[in-house]
């Protein structure tokens, strides 16, 4: 069982704008403004496309946006295109247990 | 431009120690501006941290692998170290190292695909 709970699918149609959920606790999501979120495509290793709650790496598209309220972070993609269609993880820094980070168990985007 | 490779055998027996290198080229694992970690994904699942060191040698573990994992670096070879003892099959998984600024992973290696089995 992760430590931090998304749902295991969403999906769009092109254009559409989605939101990926990510819950944690008081100790990792709610207690630091330290989450990232990975875009990872089949066969291929985790990238970078949000760090510190809402800030982008260059060269990631502005239609990827991240945001946090309470224990809650929240991933938004606007714009669907059928490259974005991949698993999405959230990670927090925690607190808990010498936890250092901490990871969602993934999200299935499917652009219909 | 920073590039980060996992190598090591693809097959362990159960029991036995696993050990993975991770070559950084392109940045100097000393630099003190970032740690440096592990993580894995057994097929089909999620992503598990595994553990982070930074160059002075002090270490992270996941308290759930602790006693079983040490990762050491070698800074005059820009290399970091994953041991993992007495594997069990549900340590099959691809092993991914990374680069790690503060709270987050920002460069990955492609993956090495450990398999535990007799």
């Known amino acids: 069982q992760s430590a931090l709970t998304q749902p295991a699918s969403v999906s769009g149609s092109p254009e559409q704008s989605i939101t990926i959920s990510c819950t944690g606790t008081?100790?990792?999501?709610?207690?630091?403004?330290?989450v990232s979120w990975f875009q990872q495509h089949p066969g291929k290793a985790p990238k970078l496309m949000i760090y510190?709650?809402?800030n982008r790496p260059s060269g990631v598209s502005d239609r990827f946006s991240g945001s946090k309220s309470g224990n809650t972070a929240s991933l938004t993609i606007s714009g669907l295109q059928a490259e974005d269609e991949a698993d999405y993880y959230c990670?927090?820094?925690?607190?808990?247990?010498?936890?250092?980070?901490?990871f969602g168990g993934g999200t299935k985007l499917t652009v219909l | 431009q920073l590039h980060l490779e996992e190598s090591g055998p693809g097959l362990v027996k159960p029991s036995e120690t696993l050990s993975l290198t991770c070559t950084v080229s392109?940045?100097?694992?000393?630099?003190?501006?970032?740690?440096w970690g592990w993580i894995r994904q057994p097929p089909g699942k999620g992503l598990e941290w595994i553990g982070s060191?930074?160059?002075?040698?002090?270490?992270y573990y996941n308290p759930s692998l602790k006693s079983r994992v040490t990762i050491s670096l070698d800074t005059p070879k820009n290399q970091i170290f994953l041991t993992l003892t007495s594997v069990i099959a549900a340590d099959t998984a691809v092993y991914y190292c990374?680069?790690?600024?503060?709270?987050?992973?920002?460069?990955w290696g492609r993956g090495i695909q450990v398999t535990v089995s007799s």
């Open positions: 990374a680069r790690r600024p503060y709270w987050y992973f920002d460069f």
């Open positions: 392109g940045g100097f694992i000393t630099s003190s501006s970032y740690y």
């Open positions: 060191a930074y160059y002075t040698g002090r270490t």
């Open positions: 008081g100790s990792d999501v709610g207690g630091y403004n330290y």
């Open positions: 510190d709650v809402d």
């Open positions: 990670s927090s820094y925690s607190s808990d247990n010498a936890l250092d980070v901490v």
